[in-house]
């Protein structure tokens, strides 16, 4: 009979880890974030408070950008990445992201996969 860490053994790969590509992208777009915040502010009568009014404007459009654009950004990256590794997808093990535009579920991990 095997053992739970014999097959965990014979799955992990001899020597160090190794990082064997890495792969960036930027969104292409700009996008005008003062619409939201105005129409907010007016239709509940508090166009007087600017400065939560300010935060607003740069905050909300903002996280709306990151649900779409994070996942499409974050496969072109991986495509670089995956390219410049040359070998097939498939032998993929690891995949590893970073953002710092807040949770989303699902992840921008699990949507690129």
């Not at 739970?4 to 700009?30: L, S, Y």
């Not at 619409?35 to 600017?50: A, I, K, L, V």
């Not at 400065?51 to 649900?67: L, P």
């Not at 997808?89 to 579920?105: D, N, Q």
């Amino acid at each position: 009979m095997v053992t739970m860490d014999e097959v965990r053994k014979a799955q992990r790969a001899k020597g160090t880890a190794t990082i064997m590509a890495i792969g960036t992208a930027n969104p292409p777009n700009v996008y005008d974030q003062s619409s939201y915040p105005d129409t907010y502010f007016r239709m509940t009568n508090t166009e007087h408070m600017t400065h939560v009014k300010n935060k607003m404007q740069r905050i909300y459009t903002r996280q709306d950008m990151a649900a779409t654009l994070i996942p499409e950004i974050g496969k072109e990256a991986a495509t670089k990445a995956i390219e410049e590794w040359g070998q097939p997808k498939s032998k993929i093990t690891h995949l590893i992201c970073c953002s710092t535009m807040g949770a989303f579920i699902p992840g921008y991990d699990y949507q690129m996969v």
